[in-house]
């Protein structure tokens, strides 16, 4: 089954850095994109990053652009996030996302894992 496990949260201060990974299992990993998106506190969740089968085809939210980078490692079935200059709206519960199809499209999510940034 598809399995997508994330990893590296944690606290930072304001203009840190933190890289987020994300294992993926269960499914032909390289052939769909893979997505991070992030869900605050009494916000809805919203898409940071998107990464199409390739690193050069990639889409970003406004609020990221020029901090955040996503990539994917097609040979270890893994995608990360590097997040540059970090500022405290960026604190939420970041989650990996892939939407596959079988029979039908469907949503896969990780559990997600937190992301503080604070003074």
């Known amino acids: 089954q598809v399995q997508l496990v994330e990893s590296g949260g944690g606290l930072v201060q304001p203009g840190g850095s933190l890289t987020l990974s994300c294992a993926a299992s269960g499914f032909a990993f390289w052939a769909y994109p893979m997505s991070w998106y992030r869900q605050g506190s009494g916000d809805e969740r919203e898409l940071v990053a998107q990464v199409r089968r390739t690193n050069g085809d990639t889409i970003y939210a406004d609020s990221v652009k020029g901090r955040f980078t996503i990539s994917r490692d097609n040979a270890k079935n893994t995608v990360t996030l590097q997040m540059n200059s970090l500022k405290t709206e960026d604190t939420a519960m970041y989650y990996c996302?892939?939407?596959?199809?079988?029979?039908?499209?469907?949503?896969?999510w990780g559990q997600g894992t937190q992301v503080t940034v604070s003074s």
């Open positions: 996302k892939v939407e596959t199809y079988e029979t039908t499209w469907q949503n896969y």
